[in-house]
Nanobody
């Protein structure tokens, strides 16, 4: 079965960096667009970034976060720089079809279990 496993979360201070990884199995990785979403306590899940035919970012992370993928390793990454307390959330990776609206979570077929990122001020 398809599995997406996130790692790399943790507790950091404002201004620090983290790199999240999402290892995929059970699917032909290169055939899928990959996205990162996050959900803070009491808030809805929100789009962060996607790797489709090109890369896409939420305005709140543009210039600070970078999504990349290694198809040979079936892994997608999220490099997060200049972290802010408002970036605190559980971060999820997701796999979906190319050509969809990548910012819409319902367009993704598979989801990981999430990894916690906490940014202290």
């Amino acid at each position: 079965q398809v599995q997406l496993v996130e790692s790399g979360g943790g507790l950091v201070q404002a201004g620090d960096s983290l790199r999240l990884s999402c290892a995929a199995s059970g699917l032909t990785f290169s055939n899928y667009a990959m996205g990162w979403f996050r959900q803070a306590p009491g808030k809805e899940r929100e789009f962060v970034a996607a790797s489709g035919r090109r890369t896409y970012y939420a305005d709140s992370v543009k210039g600070r976060f970078t999504i990349s993928r290694d198809n040979a390793k079936n892994t997608v990454y999220l490099q997060m720089n200049s972290l802010k307390p408002e970036d605190t959330a559980v971060y999820y990776c997701a796999a979906g079809s190319y050509g969809q609206r990548y910012s819409r979570s319902s367009n993704y077929d598979y989801w990981g279990q999430g990894t916690q990122v906490t940014v202290s001020s």
